[in-house]
């Protein structure tokens, strides 16, 4: 299996983005799937999930703001930002997560300017 992001950029504060993960493989539609993020000189932190059933889990910091959501045939996952701040940038890596599977994707910056 393997995850590549995309859609990260540089936006300014108020904005939107959407980023995608498209998957190969034949575990996306049976994993827990997930965004993180990495703020430079801070450790990754969960920023939304979602399982397999579709039941989402979303950071404090971006609830209201950012969606999860999948599509299954497409073997891709989403996440619409809205209103970004400039504490939402970092990079974002999306992630797998199947019994002691546990991929991750290559990451793509987003820069949120104030």
């Known amino acids: 299996v393997q995850l590549q992001a995309s859609g990260g950029g540089l936006v300014q504060a108020g904005g939107s983005l959407r980023l995608s993960c498209v998957a190969s493989?034949?575990?996306?539609?049976?994993?827990?799937l997930g965004w993180y993020r990495q703020a430079p000189g801070n450790q990754r932190e969960l920023v939304a999930e979602?399982?397999?059933?579709?039941?989402?889990y979303y950071a404090d910091s971006v609830k209201g703001r950012f969606t999860i959501s999948k599509e299954n045939s497409e073997k891709t996952l989403y996440l619409q930002m809205n209103n970004l701040k400039p504490e939402d940038t970092g990079v974002y890596y999306c992630?797998?997560?199947?019994?002691?599977?546990?991929?991750w994707g290559q990451g793509t910056l987003v820069t949120v300017s104030s």
């Open positions: 979602i399982s397999t059933a579709g039941i989402v």
């Open positions: 493989g034949s575990l996306f539609s049976i994993s827990i």
């Open positions: 992630n797998l997560r199947l019994n002691h599977i546990n991929i």
